[in-house]
């Protein structure tokens, strides 16, 4: 209750304290609703934030292996921003990156300070400039860390990164037919000289098998021919010898 000054009328008396309820009304009003519709909107983005994160850091070689060291510690990362202003805690673990708005065992190796523009601006577009002028305080390696993986953890870099491998599947997939393409003829050629060396091969042993009958015959030959001379001979002799004997 506002207390009467002198010269006040007792109607602005009561309009401000009318004015001083309605104030308080709202100051302790506004905040829970704020918190009520903010609390569901922020866990949703964190979840799909870590979403993205996770996928980008498990599908890309190169930054899960700039990761690793953050993995192996399982660092805890404290990350603040202003324009609205905001805190949740990043956590590098083997299944990817955990983002939470408690921090669970209150350990921060780290903590990275910056707008929710300059963020934003960092992992859209990768600025360098942006991106050193991100405050990060904590363990030097830790710092050091975060630093480098913030280079390679971005859109454009990824979309590069993927890009490249699709382009060098293709350039293998065309690699592949080109060969391909070079080494058919080569089979056909192949093909007709293992026909070729086939038919020779049956020739072969066609021309083989006539010439066993050619020696079969002949050696038949030779031996009919040596027994008519045999049987000739012996004829002559008995003829001459018979004439020999007419005569005497």
Request: proline share 3%; charged share 20%.
């Amino acid at each position: 209750m506002v207390e009467p000054r002198p010269g006040m009328s007792e109607r602005h008396t009561h309009a401000e304290d009318g004015a001083a309820y309605s104030g308080t009304e709202s100051y302790r009003g506004v905040p829970d609703q704020d918190d009520d519709k903010t609390h569901p909107f922020q866990s949703l983005f964190l979840i799909g934030l870590e979403s993205t994160l996770t996928f980008m850091l498990r599908h890309d070689a190169q930054t899960q292996l700039q990761a690793r060291y953050l993995i192996n510690q399982h660092a805890v990362v404290c990350i603040r921003t202003y324009l609205p202003s905001q805190t949740f805690y990043a956590t590098f673990t083997e299944r990817g990156l955990l983002l939470d708005r408690t921090l669970s065992d209150g350990k921060i190796d780290a903590t990275v300070s910056a707008s929710t523009i300059d963020l934003l601006r960092a992992f859209f577009f990768a600025s360098d400039k942006v991106l050193d002028g991100i405050r990060i305080d904590g363990n030097q390696q830790i710092v050091s860390e975060i630093r480098s993986l913030m280079h390679y953890l971005n859109v454009p870099f990824i979309a590069s990164s993927w890009l490249n491998q699709l382009k060098s599947f293709g350039l293998e997939k065309d690699d592949g037919s080109h060969q391909q393409r070079r080494i058919k003829p080569l089979l056909k050629r192949i093909d007709g000289q293992q026909h070729q060396i086939q038919q020779l091969t049956v020739l072969s042993k066609e021309q083989a098998s006539q010439i066993r009958h050619l020696k079969t015959r002949m050696r038949r030959q030779v031996v009919v021919f040596t027994v008519i001379s045999f049987l000739l001979v012996i004829a002559t002799v008995v003829m001459a010898t018979l004439l020999l004997i007419r005569t005497h």
